[in-house]
């Protein structure tokens, strides 16, 4: 008899199926379930075993090398089919900073006496926080979405809400029809960030994962760019026009890429996946397809004999909570959670969403050419982006965080000196403003959200990951909706000495706390926070 139709036999006698698998809920069906699961896939994985032996006998009889010697070749994957996969989550990338930049473009030409729009402090300031606000929702019924319906369909979704949300915003004559469309995008940046993301990296290959992650953020920066572009030429409603355009040719584009074969694998459509596979491989890999498959097999069954595990051992509740109180998990997550908190009153964010008029407001006399000076923000950013991920090959991260932040701090603070002073000129105000973003771009704007994976123990990681996405979510909400009251409150001179004391404040903070993790494995940096240090600066350095 098949081993997998005995397997599913198995199954069937529990009333259980591969891909819905439901039994009660007391502990010995859910001791059950986990057995069942177990050799299912214990099943699966003997039947391609065997299969590959069968493979392997078949061409020692003409000489040929065997599938368990090639797969000791270690290659890499084809490019062709991962630069697909990357450009078509760039695009989503470019689409979502379309988004994030819009507010920029739209607020001056709302003020316009020719807009046909009356607006106020209190309309402004939800323009703005409407659509951040919305972001941690798509962000939190992103995870449900991906586990239930996968990667591509939920980028899918959320695309869709985002070019409706353009249409919105393109045809509204009102301010409440304008303000569902920022909230559809915002959700559908949300939704779209972190499934793009997991989408990308369980196609690429291991050699390139990095390299092809670290540009979604670039990707992100030179869609604010060109929404800066766009606005500073034609009407905010031709930019949205086009920009809802540039969004359902992505959501067409998407349409035509695989699903994630580790979605595939772990909801049991396991020819699927092998599919996926042979597409990113290309023809003549068999061997190094069968290994991808067999390796997504073996970490299910893995992981589904931990959960018998723990099934069997009787432990009490609040001693499992325990765990999570452990150095080695509040350690690091206290760290990147104020890390991400940190930089959001730095002006990271603000500067993106209010670069017009914080731009203006340096323009007292005058002289400041605002529309010139937002576009080089823009066009510094997205530079400063890509040296950000040159240079992370050779520096280390801790390196990089400070001087973001002792550069941009000290920028920050000139920036306010000299604009409280007065009748200074022009480009001094304009080279400081474009050190302040170059310096912020390539270490606050870039590594926050990449080293909440890297210093996360893998235990918390999702859960943890989750919530500090979503808190950074609030608390961008939080402070653009209450923009404009601070400005009122300090003047700009007073904003940047905020975001100047701040930088410096977070670079102290890193300076004591954060470990250097470049060039460490997730089990080094892991164990590192199981020493009984707090600062990094009386520890022992070696990892």
Not at 91 to 116: D, E, F, K, M, V
Not at 332 to 346: M, S, Y
Request: charged share 15%.
């Amino acid at each position: 008899m098949d081993i997998v139709a005995a397997c599913k036999s198995l199954l069937h006698t529990y009333q259980l199926t591969p891909s819905n698998s439901s039994l009660s809920c007391s502990e010995d069906s859910r001791q059950n379930t986990s057995q069942v699961k177990t050799i299912y896939f214990s099943g699966l994985c003997i039947q391609r075993k065997m299969e590959i032996n069968a493979q392997e006998s078949l061409m020692s009889e003409f000489d040929m090398p065997s599938v368990m010697q090639v797969k000791r070749e270690s290659k890499s994957r084809p490019i062709f089919a991962q630069a697909i996969t990357a450009t078509l989550v760039y695009l989503t990338a470019i689409c979502n900073g379309l988004s994030s930049g819009y507010s920029a473009i739209l607020l001056p030409q709302l003020r316009a006496n020719n807009s046909g729009f009356e607006l106020d402090e209190d309309i402004e300031s939800w323009i703005v926080s409407i659509y951040i606000g919305a972001t941690p929702v798509g962000c939190l019924l992103s995870g449900i979405m991906m586990d239930v319906w996968g990667r591509r369909p939920t980028v899918q979704i959320a695309v869709s809400f985002v070019c409706v949300g353009w249409i919105l915003i393109a045809t509204s004559s009102t301010y409440p029809l304008m303000l569902v469309g920022r909230a559809l995008g915002g959700f559908g940046k949300g939704a779209t960030t972190p499934a793009i993301t997991f989408h990308l990296e369980e196609m690429a290959d291991p050699r390139l994962r990095g390299t092809l992650s670290a540009c979604i953020l670039l990707m992100y920066s030179i869609g604010i760019m060109l929404i800066s572009l766009i606005g500073t030429n034609m009407s905010w409603k031709i930019a949205a026009g086009l920009a809802a355009v540039i969004g359902f040719g992505d959501l067409v584009g998407y349409s035509l890429l695989h699903e994630s074969p580790v979605w595939l694998v772990r909801n049991n459509h396991i020819n699927k996946a092998n599919q996926v596979f042979s597409w990113l491989w290309g023809s003549g890999h068999p061997a190094e397809v069968e290994r991808d498959l067999q390796k997504l097999l073996k970490r299910i069954k893995d992981e589904n004999t931990e959960l018998a595990k723990q099934i069997n051992t009787n432990v009490a509740p609040y001693q499992k909570w325990k765990q999570y109180f452990k150095p080695q998990i509040y350690k690091p997550f206290i760290i990147v959670h104020v890390f991400n908190i940190i930089q959001i009153i730095c002006g990271t964010n603000l500067f993106i969403f209010y670069a017009v008029d914080i731009i203006s407001g340096l323009n007292s006399d005058g002289s400041v050419d605002i529309n010139l000076t937002t576009i080089l923000t823009s066009i510094v950013r997205v530079v400063f982006m890509v040296v950000s991920c040159i240079i992370l090959v050779w520096i280390g991260r801790r390196t990089v965080c400070i001087s973001s932040g002792l550069g941009s701090g000290i920028a920050a603070i000139l920036i306010g000196t000299v604009v409280r002073m007065q009748n200074v000129q022009a480009w001094i105000i304009v080279s400081l403003v474009l050190i302040y973003v170059a310096f912020n771009t390539y270490g606050y704007f870039v590594l926050p959200p990449s080293m909440i994976g890297e210093i996360l123990p893998s235990k918390i990681r999702c859960v943890a990951g989750a919530y500090i996405f979503t808190m950074n979510d609030i608390g961008m909400f939080c402070a653009s909706k209450a923009f404009p009251s601070i400005l009122n409150a300090t003047g700009i001179y007073g904003l940047f000495w905020i975001f100047g004391v701040s930088s410096l404040a977070c670079s102290l903070f890193l300076y004591l706390m954060l470990p250097e993790t470049k060039g460490r494995s997730l089990v080094q940096i892991e164990e590192y926070f199981l020493k009984p240090n707090v600062l990094w600066l009386t520890s022992n350095k070696a990892m």
